[in-house]
């Protein structure tokens, strides 16, 4: 299997999915109707259908040609969450991994309760750093989400903001289309009527 950072999922085909974040969690109920709980994943898991998204001859030619060139389950690639894709610096936050290099992270916060979401594909062009408020120069890993700042600053005076992909791979490797009509341009309309998708750990 490998990962392809390009091409990215067609975005008109994504701006029509539905879905999101998915955790994994195992229930015990005893006799006596209480509950045991064990979060089985440290970070959710994105799942998503993006058949609503195919809704022309075109779409679907173009949907064809992705699946069949990831070859249904096998590869992964980059997805764009048009729900969620971005960080401000009030989001955007690190964890270091050496003195220099730092992990991206975005923080999602309720209350006193928050979590930190692992950003794996940071978008080309988009990320600016923040040392104590202060935009700074780095070096920006798109591959791995990896930031590298040589002046060595602690991580909790680290911000970031930018947009980011969701690394995912169909989660079927069956294509399973049907023809129900014609278009209004005389081509057949296609119709997948279920493609999930679901993120790759990276």
């Known amino acids: 299997m490998a990962f392809y950072e390009s091409p990215r999922f067609p975005e008109r085909i994504a701006n029509g999915a539905q879905g999101g974040a998915e955790f994994a969690t195992s229930v015990v109920v005893t006799a006596g109707g209480l509950e045991a709980r064990d979060g089985m994943w440290q970070y959710p898991r994105q799942r998503w259908d993006v058949s609503q998204g195919v809704n022309s001859v075109a779409a679907f030619a173009e949907l064809r040609a992705f699946f069949l060139t990831m070859r249904g389950r096998l590869h992964g690639w980059r997805f764009k969450d048009l729900t969620d894709y971005a960080a401000t610096?009030?989001?955007?936050?690190?964890?270091?991994?050496?003195?220099?290099?730092?992990?991206?992270?975005?923080?999602?916060?309720?209350?006193?309760?928050?979590?930190?979401?692992?950003?794996?594909k940071p978008v080309t062009g988009t990320v600016e750093i923040k040392v104590l408020g202060v935009v700074t120069a780095a070096t920006v890993?798109?591959?791995?989400?990896?930031?590298?700042?040589?002046?060595?600053?602690?991580?909790?005076?680290?911000?970031?903001?930018?947009?980011?992909?969701?690394?995912?791979?169909?989660?079927?490797?069956?294509?399973?289309?049907?023809?129900?009509?014609?278009?209004?341009?005389?081509?057949?309309l296609h119709v997948w009527e279920s493609i999930p998708i679901v993120e790759v750990p990276v």
């Open 141 to 188: 890993n798109t591959v791995t989400g990896v930031v590298t700042i040589g002046s060595a600053p602690a991580a909790a005076n680290v911000t970031w903001s930018g947009e980011f992909d969701v690394p995912m791979r169909f989660d079927t490797d069956h294509l399973r289309a049907s023809v129900p009509a014609r278009s209004p341009s005389g081509g057949l």
């Open 89 to 120: 610096h009030t989001e955007g936050v690190v964890t270091g991994l050496t003195s220099t290099t730092f992990q991206l992270f975005k923080r999602y916060a309720s209350g006193a309760q928050s979590i930190d979401r692992k950003i794996t």
